[in-house]
């Protein structure tokens, strides 16, 4: 899922210095799932805001609503001409759905509640990781399943590198070197055939190097 974790409360209060009225709108998608966007999130949200500009003793209305999702368009009708009721919109979404009240709703003022981190899994309450970074070519058939354009602190094709020691990145010694678990995945698996070959340099451009990815299926095309 994506992962997004709330902004900094005094940078939400700067963004919306001066308005009258907004509305704390959350996503009931992955930002829900992380706890950093959904019902809960926006009602936490709404009561600090609210709270911040009595303490600077400004007045601010504030309402509250949660969409089942911020990227689909079916579910922003409503904020096309409701939006512009407030001086702004607080998207709890990812960045997927501020970009996308932008693109959709002309006139309405849309500001992000959260900053969108990464694709990532959930390793217990409270903790999540990256596992994915979207690159659009995936090797993880190569890999053992674990990303090293994610993982890895420089996106090796071919690993690990020299900093790799005891298992660990030389960024952090916190740090498991993925391209040690792909190794070590690899020669449980019986498949160290895969370390041998040289991946090619990689072409980065599904990854989004070469502007702005669109996917297209023909047969759901209406
Ligand atoms: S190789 Fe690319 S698509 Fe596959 S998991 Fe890694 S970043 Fe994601
Ligand atoms: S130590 Fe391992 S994870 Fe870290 S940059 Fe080198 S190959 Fe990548």
């Not at 005094?10 to 959904?38: D, H, N, P």
């Not at 709404?46 to 509250?64: D, H, P, T």
């Amino acid at each position: 899922m994506i992962i997004a974790e709330r902004k900094p409360m005094q940078e939400i209060l700067g963004m919306t210095a001066g308005m009258k009225k907004v509305l704390v709108l959350g996503c009931r998608g992955c930002v829900a799932v992380c706890s950093a966007g959904g019902d809960k999130e926006v009602s936490i949200l709404s009561s600090a805001l609210r709270l911040g500009r009595k303490m600077s003793g400004e007045k601010i209305e504030v309402l509250e609503e949660t969409y089942v999702r911020q990227c689909d368009p079916e579910y922003l009708e409503p904020l096309r001409e409701s939006g512009k009721d407030y001086d702004a919109v607080i998207s709890m979404a990812c960045g997927v759905g501020v970009n996308f009240i932008a693109d959709c709703c002309r006139g309405v003022r849309v500001l992000p509640g959260v900053n969108t981190t990464f694709y990532g899994a959930n390793l217990s309450s409270g903790e999540w990781k990256e596992m994915c970074a979207g690159c659009g070519s995936c090797v993880l058939h190569l890999t053992g399943g674990l990303c090293p354009v994610a993982r890895c602190a420089k996106s090796l094709s071919n690993g690990p590198c020299g900093g790799s020691v005891g298992g660990k990145c030389e960024i952090n010694p916190d740090v498991p070197c993925v391209w040690q678990g792909i190794y070590d995945k690899l020669t449980y698996l019986r498949q160290e055939q895969n370390l041998r070959e040289i991946t090619p340099i990689r072409d980065w451009r599904p990854a989004g190097h070469g502007g702005p990815r669109r996917r297209i299926r023909e047969d759901l095309l209406s």
